[in-house]
């Protein structure tokens, strides 16, 4: 690329970025390479510091986000491997309505004294920027799962900095392709990968990205020593996933505008949250979480699983478990957009809604 060639725009970052090198009989996509161990001498050594499979899907993550990767088995192995970044006894503040994962791995590190989490309602920037006094760490997530708040990331990373602690981004919701957090200075983005960057559901994977060097030295070295590492097909399974981002989060994004739109109008819903760009679209049903536990069992296009960010439409009653905190309303249904046809997800929904009105 000449030097004043514009830079590539996201989409075609999915498409291309670690990829091999062009050359006769080169596959144009990275292989699997399984491998447990490498001939001595060269950069990888052992399986569980290296594999040229998880490096192409960290050099395209990491291109997407704007800085450098590293995949963890799951997002809650990159979630905790972040966590431990902070010393003994340390404060960390977070969204009381972050991932449910998340929060369990706040209360569980507070419960073994390892750390000192705050909750704090992540809409309330005055409340946020107050609790980042004393803290080592701000963890946010914007839009939040499954309340779907946003936060405001400059006016929280600006009081957290001048606090002296680390900024998280949990990206997952947004993807890069909506959001990016370290354009914003923070410190650290986390994504649980086995949502949109794969987007098929068949994937569990998590993924880190940051561009303070020194940062990314420590947390390859906790994945080093502890082992969180991905697996090789999975890491070529979410590559895979990587180079459809874009269409896929457009069309889901379509899909949810349209249906936030008609739901909206439906008399048995008495709440629609929707942030205004995503594939998650979150309603309250007037008639109560009995209501909300018939919706799940009613359509047929819809599934009801857990987890978000497929091709396919899914949906759930988030306080089903039981640690879902209390503040999530009982009848909130989280629905995860696919990108089947708009109108065949509508009638499919609106059927299952019909019978509940009526
Ligand atoms: N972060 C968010 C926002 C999530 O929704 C999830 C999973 O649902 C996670 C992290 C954890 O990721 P994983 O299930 O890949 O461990």
Redo the contacts with the bound molecule.
Sequence with gaps: MTEDAPALKPSTVAVTAGRPEKQPDAPLNTPLTMASTYVAGGDLEYGRYANPTWTAFEETLGALEGGRCLSFA??????STVLDLVGQGAKVVAPRH?????IMQLADLEARGRLDAQLVDVTDTDAMVAACDGAALVWL?SPT?PALELADIPTIRAAAHDAGAYVVV?N??ATPLLQRPLEMDVDLV??????FLSGHSDV???AVVTRDDQLYDVLKGRRDLVGAIPGTLEAWLALRGLRTLHLRVERAQANATELARRLSGHPAVEEVRYPGFGGIVAIVLGQGALAADLLVHKTTLWVHA???GGVESTFERRRRWKTEPATIPDALVRLSVGIEDVDDLWHDLERALDDLAG
């Design positions: 799951s997002g809650l192995a990159a979630v972050a991932y449910l994962g998340s997530e799962n949990d997952t919701f986390v994504h649980s990968a086995t949502k569990l994977l998590g857990t987890s978000l």
